[in-house]
């Protein structure tokens, strides 16, 4: 890869760059019961480890003139786990994704990489370090809401943002329609994204109707003759809007009386992909480091291409293929900047496939049970790499078990920012810096807690996993799976939660004791759309709908 | 690789090893109807192709002192589509397989080959180069059967062997227990093998029986208070058997009155590794090129191994992982021979994995729906391997579809043996040389007719597959699938049977003509156990009881 060459802001950027900071302690960070019961038996171990990585770190700092690495954080949509990076399974699903293939061979592969199991809960996890459920996030319906990220949760962004970084975020966002939650008011500097998701953006069309694809929302294929209520159809709705930190969004892809159609879908995701280029370019050209997500519309679409490039040609892995090249042209971009070789970037995907529209969307559940929504590992298992020349091992494989929420923990620690993640709350994000620099088996979990919403419904330790009873159910009586041994979860193991209902249990009573002790955050409440400077007329008979029968009307 | 020396034989060798041959055209072989209906569209293109491949071939052989290539075919038991040679699926299922990962680097890696559903059709379709309906064998029982293979059959060791190739049988063979389906009376010069399968050596033992894995066989833990035949349960089976051509065999495991354990099965499928590696040492070390086949008995087991080496642990997995390690030193005991680099190692599968334990066992569906025995994906999927050096790619992928018949037609290509085939049959296998040494699209099937036992349950066609409507029932009504949409076949496309009912049927036509004009073979039947000369008192017993029933009696 090529070096930038650092020529006379070197010793300044450098200096600006790299604050002196009094790293956190692992100590410090509230961490979870389960993480507590794991460092009391290799605490010593860790914090001995933890200053040769700290040594290591600095290596790498000065390696790179004394600047602290950028992050590039790719996140796709509903992707289950073997569907990119492997040339087999590409065969399996009759599809080509060489440049994910090719980052794959320059990564570690994260094997065992859970996230939420669907959009909303998988992001804010990642941008608060939390599970979801502590900051009150669920999944987001579209249509109104007046909900969404709290101001007072502090994202990686913030964290980030705190120490020196320029930060910015393109593509689908997805925390709530209230201004709190907007990534310009989350710790962007700059984000250009859709209000909503992709069910108001590419299901909720009428080319999705006539293809069979999305029945009812579209008035053109319904005569509707008893129809009073019109209002029942989401309506009027944001599309794309960009903004800038502490200013108003400006809503960039629709007139006003003008309908949503697929060509729109389109051309915002073509939009989308030259704003990222646009961003590494600006990013990379500034002294500081950066921290910069994408997160594609794309692969979900609900119209089928017309001379698809793909085998599959299914509608979603016809996207998927040609996400693919897209990704090739960022990381090129991103060399072509010559920040490259100091930047971390993680590619992954935030759940499971959209299984309801298995067969002709092209992906199916391939390995393990479950899409979105679902507890299974085929909603929560996921292909994740993460490529760092000259820190990280390429081709290498990880089998300890990682949450997204890690990424928040791990981020912060080689950005040097830990001392601004906040000490008032449970982090569940494990710092997994270990794994990163010194590869497989240096993981520091080797659990994971699974929500769907608010409901704990998964416990996973190591091989083991507990479908968690109901309430009031003995622990002896939940299925324990051996997800080597059975990676569909479809037999549940002889006996094996004789002993393991208990420890299992235990995992929970740890896990609701620390919530105990700090209770959740609540969940963002406002007005939609305030803060955006354009709203159209629609977008305001909308709000003024929703608010009027709203319990709590402002 | 090392390349082994010819010193003064080498002249002798090359006119020993390279007769004048006529080869057969395609034309002479009689192929099923489906493929004189692909070659009416492309023959004229295939002909042109074939010259240059003889070319290629008289080149190869060139470069190797004139000597044709050697042919290692191994074929292990029970393991579906995805389970070997892919570092990632590895960490799906918590084993690891180095061996087979290097030699599918190193290799032709067949993306889409099919095989029977069972270990017994697959091996005769092999063997024989027909779907196993045409030489009327089935799936074969454990217990006396008094049937196999019959003598009439031309099976690749025969063909190879008329061509010149020394030839060689170790492990399992599963042909039936009457002397002429024997493999010394089949083609092969020598062979080690047990006259029945893993049913009678791994899941009828006592240690199975307490381990929970199979019940009833096994008296030790039951009463049978009320039991009146003493001869429901298989016994007194003849174990492993060793012998050379035209000669006799002789059993080399049980001393008359002994019980077979499990302890005596690992002793076997230890000596066959040694045996295998004696065989590459022994047939190296001749003039003429070999032809040797190593058919494992693992991973099948059904004992738990304590300490496992595999993060999984389950009885077949583990033995997968054990078996990784066995492939590893038999490629390097062929790479010290020196003959290596003139070696075609064919690696691969028989068919899916044996559901029927999933769980303990470790193996899981994975990828495709079902296993042995099934027209699923998951009964006739496999992952396959083929490493000819400086012939075929190095990690390289086909997409194309290859049936285990195939191989037949392909050796005897490569070995230049074609005239040796039948020309008074039908030969399902599809000489696919041009896709080994071209490359992907160069196959030349797009189709395969999958059985279970006699009945054609499936039928493959490029990317669809219908399942076979009963008969009567119109293919309109018959469920297809896309299966690179629809890997487990779970969701039938909507409407594509209306137009592809048609052409299904009329593929199951051209398939039915073609039986029409060449019936099928009779099986193979005889008195089980002739050709062995120290035949226990105990094996004796059951045959005389077998026959006392029989109504044919000899």
Chains 1, 2 share one sequence.
Request: glycine share 8%; hydrophobic share 35%.
């Amino acid at each position: 890869m090529k070096t930038k060459i650092h020529t006379l802001s070197l010793g300044l950027a450098a200096m600006l760059a790299t604050p002196v900071v009094t790293p956190l302690s692992a100590d410090e960070i509230i961490h979870d019961g389960e993480f507590q019961f794991l460092r009391q038996q290799y605490g010593e171990k860790w914090d001995k480890e933890d200053k040769e990585i700290d040594q290591q770190l600095a290596a790498i700092r000065e390696k790179n003139g004394g600047k602290r690495p950028n992050i590039l954080y790719i996140l796709i949509d509903d992707v289950s786990f073997g569907q990119m990076g492997d040339p087999k399974m590409n065969y399996v699903m009759g599809i080509k994704t060489p440049s994910i293939n090719k980052f794959s061979d320059e990564s570690l592969n994260l094997m065992r990489m859970y996230t939420e199991p669907s959009c909303t809960p998988t992001r804010a996890a990642f941008l608060t370090g939390r599970h979801p459920v502590r900051s009150g996030i669920k999944e987001v319906k579209v249509a109104l809401v007046g909900e969404g990220l709290p101001a007072n949760e502090v994202t990686i962004a913030e964290v980030l943002k705190s120490a020196g970084y320029n930060t910015a975020h393109v593509g689908k966002w997805h925390q709530g329609d209230i201004e709190q939650a907007y990534p310009h008011n989350q710790g962007f500097d700059y984000a250009a994204f859709p209000l909503h998701q992709q069910v108001q953006l590419t299901v909720m069309t009428p080319e999705s109707a006539k293809a069979g694809n999305q029945f009812g929302y579209n008035r053109s294929l319904q005569n509707g003759a008893f129809e009073l209520d019109k209002k029942f159809r989401p309506f009027g709705l944001v599309t794309g809007v960009e903004a800038k930190a502490g200013g108003k969004a400006v809503e960039v892809d629709l007139k006003p009386g003008e309908e949503w159609t697929h060509a729109h879908y389109v051309k915002m995701n073509e939009r989308y992909q030259r704003q990222i280029l646009e961003q590494v370019d600006a990013l990379a050209a500034k002294d500081e480091p950066f921290f910069l997500q994408y997160w594609p519309l794309y692969p979900l679409n609900f119209v089928f291409d017309e001379n698809p490039e793909s085998l599959n040609g299914g509608f979603h892995a016809e996207k998927l293929q040609l996400l693919d090249g897209w990704i090739g042209e960022l990381l090129e971009q991103l060399e072509k900047t010559g920040e490259a070789d100091n930047t971390i970037v993680v590619f992954m995907a935030d759940n499971g496939l959209m299984y309801h529209y298995e067969g002709p969307s092209g992906l199916s559940q391939l390995i393990y049970r479950g899409g979105k929504t679902n507890h299974l590992e085929g909603g929560v298992r996921v292909d994740a790499f993460v490529r760092w020349p000259g820190a990280v091992k390429p081709k290498s494989y990880a089998g300890d078990i990682v949450h997204v929420s890690d990424l928040f923990t791990t981020f912060a620690r080689v950005a040097q920012a830990t001392e601004h993640i906040p000490t008032d709350r449970v982090i569940d994000g494990i710092d997994q810096t270990a794994l990163l620099l010194k590869g497989e088996h240096h993981g520091r979990r080797d659990y994971v807690y699974i929500y769907e919403n608010e409901l704990l419904r998964s416990i996973v330790k190591q091989e083991y996993k507990m479908h968690m009873p109901a309430p009031g159910v003995p622990g002896a009586a939940a299925p324990v799976f051996n997800i080597f041994r059975d990676p569909r979860e479809e037999h549940a193991q002889i006996g094996t939660a004789l002993w393991s209902g208990a420890s299992f249990q235990d995992m929970a009573k740890r896990h609701a004791l620390t919530i105990a002790k700090y209770p959740h955050n609540k969940l963002g409440k406002g007005k939609p759309y305030e803060g955006i400077q354009n709203l159209r007329p629609e977008s305001k008979e909308t709000v003024e709908t929703f608010m009027s029968w709203h319990p709590k009307k402002k």
